[in-house]
């Protein structure tokens, strides 16, 4: 300390100076409280009203699956209610589409689930929640044909046809790695892999392990190197932009939920 006070008096500075300059690092200090207090977070409204908004587009197994009844089931869904449980709200969802996801969740939501790639696109406009699972792009066609699709080399060709669902990472990779192959967008993402069975596509590029649970349950259809992805990708829910206690508070329950063990029973009901 006495250091710096010769340091200050060296130059003329006195004291009157030095207590100055400690005042005014005391009003800034204050007025970024202020400025903290005037933004709290999302998470502050969704304990005062009991509801945690969910947006998401159901349509994508294991993850989200909207029902005829209108309720939803799946993976991110089981996650995301055991998430709102040990918050203490209850959990409204709506439904979505790959499309318009981002635009609905900043008008309508407080968090977006159902199989959601983190990306640099996405992260421009929303935040997320550490990822829960790495789960990568694989391709899955006709057991008949699995070994003619094994790289991207091998499926970007005229003479292959790739369907993909519109508006999502899918569409992204297919746009940017198969330029040469004849893609055609299907809007259904329930019935888009029954169109590789029926003969009207050959391949669709989707995460490993959509590929794994659509060989399970579409007899005929095999993942094609699912433990070997043509692209690393993460999955994630999206959360507000900037907002430091939400993230915060999902990324304290998903590590305590792969803890506790919570995590893998979920996992285990829909992807084993």
């Known amino acids: 300390m006495a250091y710096y006070l010769n340091f200050f008096r060296d130059r ?9 300059l400690l005042a005014g690092a005391g009003l800034a200090l204050l007025s970024l409280g202020a400025i903290a207090q005037t933004n709290p977070s999302r998470l502050d409204e969704i304990i005062k009203t009991n509801k945690l908004r969910v ?3 159901g349509d994508y197994k294991p993850f989200s699956l909207a029902k005829p009844d209108g309720s939803f089931e799946g993976l991110d869904i089981d996650l995301i209610q055991a998430a709102a449980k040990s918050l203490g709200v209850e959990v409204e969802l709506i ?7 981002l635009d609905d969740f900043v008008e309508k939501c407080d968090v977006a689930v159902g199989g959601i790639s983190v990306s640099t696109d996405r992260a421009k ?10 789960n990568g792009k694989a391709p899955i066609a006709r057991c008949e044909d699995k070994a003619k ?3 991207v080399l091998d499926i970007n060709k005229p003479t292959v046809t790739v369907i993909t669902n519109p508006g999502g990472s899918n569409e992204k990779f297919v ?31 989707s995460e490993s392990v959509e590929t794994i649970v659509q060989q399970k349950s579409k007899p005929g259809l095999c993942a094609i190197n699912p433990d070997k992805p043509l692209q690393y990708g993460e999955m994630s829910f999206l959360l507000p932009r900037g907002d ?16 506790s063990g919570e995590y893998k029973r979920i996992l285990a009901k829909w992807v084993n």
């Open 125 to 134: 406009r929303t935040g997320f929640m550490t990822a829960y699972m790495v």
């Open 149 to 151: 699709y094994q790289t």
């Open 12 to 20: 003329d500075m006195n004291m009157k100076t030095i207590k100055k």
């Open 55 to 57: 947006c998401t587009p």
């Open 244 to 259: 430091v206690a939400m993230k915060a508070f999902f990324d304290t329950w998903l590590h305590l939920s792969k803890e």
């Open 95 to 101: 439904k979505s589409s790959w499309p318009k996801l």
């Open 175 to 205: 746009r940017a790695n198969l330029p040469n192959a004849k893609v055609i967008v299907y809007n259904d993402n329930v019935t888009i892999f029954d169109q590789i069975l029926q003969g009207k596509a050959d391949v669709m590029i």
